[in-house]
């Protein structure tokens, strides 16, 4: 239940593309929703963040949108360059367990130039 | 400024060694955090001290002993080093326990031959 499943593993885009990495989990208590991006060699950064009381939130070309009654949550991101070649994290907190941030397996995404 | 920053960033050693990770936030932060980053990318939390308590303590070896001399700083100590410990360690911080944004330090690779 304290699960957060990250699809797909592993992502190859044409620089200009839309990739979309996508995440369930299971816990309703859940309440705070973040997305890390991590370069090599480099520890995580937070990208963006979504609570469960909006369905949408876009930062610059990252958008994030959340499905409550699903329990779904997925990332998109607007005309994607070289430079946005990472791995990507989603993760969930909150509830009874809420100290604890539990992260998806990440996705490993490639921009073709 | 580094806002979370550790030392070693690389840590070769010999099986059965012992040997210990230091960890310093400037962000003024209460809440520090130790994760294991395996060689799939997986995160996972070990340890996470609230202003010098400890909140968080993972199924970790007690081989492992994090230790906070103040809030600032946390760090990471490991007895008797197997070859399953090899694995990228991240230090990160949060202004408070819960549903915020956690900051990553860029982590200390560790390899036991």
């Known amino acids: 239940q304290q699960q957060v499943k990250q699809s797909p593993q592993s992502l190859i885009v044409q620089k200009g593309g839309i990739p979309i990495i996508n995440c369930a989990y299971e816990?309703?208590?859940?309440?705070?929703f973040p997305w890390y991006q991590q370069f090599p060699g480099k520890g995580p950064a937070l990208l963006i963040a979504?609570?469960?009381?909006?369905s949408e939130k876009k930062e610059g070309r990252f958008t994030i949108s959340f499905n409550k009654s699903a329990k779904q949550f997925s990332l998109h991101i607007m005309d994607s360059q070289p430079g946005d070649s990472a791995t990507y994290f989603c993760a969930a907190s909150g509830g009874t367990g809420g100290f604890k941030t539990i992260f998806g397996a990440g996705t490993r995404l490639f921009v073709k130039a | 400024d580094t806002a979370v920053s550790q030392t070693p960033k690389y840590l070769v050693t010999q099986m059965g060694n012992d040997k210990s990770i230091k960890c310093e936030q400037n962000?003024?932060?209460?809440?520090m955090y130790w994760y294991k980053q395996d060689s799939k990318k997986f995160l996972k939390i070990m340890f996470s001290y609230n202003n010098k308590e400890l909140i968080i303590n993972e199924t970790v070896p007690n081989r492992f002993s994090p230790k906070s001399p103040d809030k600032a700083h946390l760090n990471l100590h490991i007895n008797s080093l197997e070859l399953g410990d090899s694995a990228v360690y991240f230090c990160?911080?949060?202004?408070?326990?819960?549903?915020?944004?956690?900051?990553f330090g860029d982590g200390t690779r560790l390899s036991i031959l």
């Open positions: 990160a911080s949060s202004l408070d326990r819960g549903r915020q944004p956690q900051h």
């Open positions: 962000l003024g932060h209460d809440t």
């Open positions: 816990n309703t208590a859940f309440d705070y």
């Open positions: 979504i609570r469960p009381d909006v």
